[in-house]
């Protein structure tokens, strides 16, 4: 399958999509297991920068049920941006390059439109994700959003379990659409110096192109994310690069 998209007045990118079986999606984790236990200390550091992320956001969110879930809902629809520079090092493990935190950050600076631009959408998705919350739990269950004061001091009135259930199902939906738009997005940007409407133009097309593979990747996704967070955070040293890489080879496998 071919496509071809076209962003402002650049030339259209040639993007060629492979389909890949459902179990390839389990590869793309053992081929970035081991790129973690290769490239080392590098990837750590990325690891344990998103892992300090996700620990100021939950301690800024810690005084209320709907900040926890908002917070955390957050921090998982803008992961995809978090994993630039471990995409980039397992593109420079493949390329037999230098594999050096500073090395990882040139990833930053080889297509920094694209990348702001893919940022951008994303971040519109979690503002998006915090104005539906808020709408749902105005409308339908007749609660408000914590006011400031209420987030900095608590004392708001805890959610019960169908208002729960209905805001994180609100929340599911926005990052099932994150995944669709993301999948080998941040890898085509890097790479190719892709647009931002090309790389998600790609990757919703990998997406309806290897539906298989792309549940059972994101299932491993979800799954590895929230390990990380049941070990308050410390798992997501190691998850955060592990998934990193394994998106790079994602990519590989997916984008010819």
């Known amino acids: 399958m071919t496509t071809s998209i076209t962003a402002g007045a650049s030339a259209p990118l040639h993007i060629e999509i492979r389909h890949v079986p459902m179990r390839r999606a389990l590869s793309w984790l053992g081929r970035g297991w081991d790129d973690l236990t290769h490239v080392g200390g590098a990837g750590l550091a990325h690891g344990a920068l ?18 926890t879930a908002a917070a955390v809902t957050g921090y998982l629809l803008v992961g995809p941006v978090m994993t630039t520079g471990l995409c980039e090092l397992a593109r420079r493990r493949e390329a037999h390059l230098p594999l050096g935190f500073d090395e990882s950050l040139q990833a930053l600076t080889r297509n920094p439109e694209g990348l702001m631009h893919f940022g951008g959408v994303l971040a519109l998705v979690a503002l998006l994700w915090f104005a539906l919350s808020a709408l749902l739990l105005a409308s339908v269950h007749s609660t408000s959003v914590p006011s400031l004061a209420v987030a900095l001091w608590g004392g708001a009135a805890p959610l019960d379990a169908a208002q729960m259930l209905g805001y994180l199902a609100c929340g599911a939906v926005l990052a099932v659409m994150v995944f669709a738009v993301s999948v080998v997005a941040v890898p085509l940007i890097i790479e190719r110096h892709a647009g931002a409407a090309e790389a998600i133009g790609a990757s919703l097309r990998v997406t309806v192109a290897n539906l298989p593979a792309m549940l059972l990747w994101a299932a491993l996704i979800v799954a590895l994310t929230a390990l990380g967070f049941l070990t308050l955070l410390l798992g997501m040293v190691v998850v955060a690069p592990l998934l990193g890489y394994a998106t790079w080879h994602a990519y590989r496998d997916l984008v010819v």
Do not use: D, R, W
Request: charged share 0%; no cysteine; net charge neutral.
């Open 50 to 67: 998103i892992a300090v992320l996700g620990a100021v956001l939950l301690m800024l969110g810690s005084s209320h049920v709907y900040l």
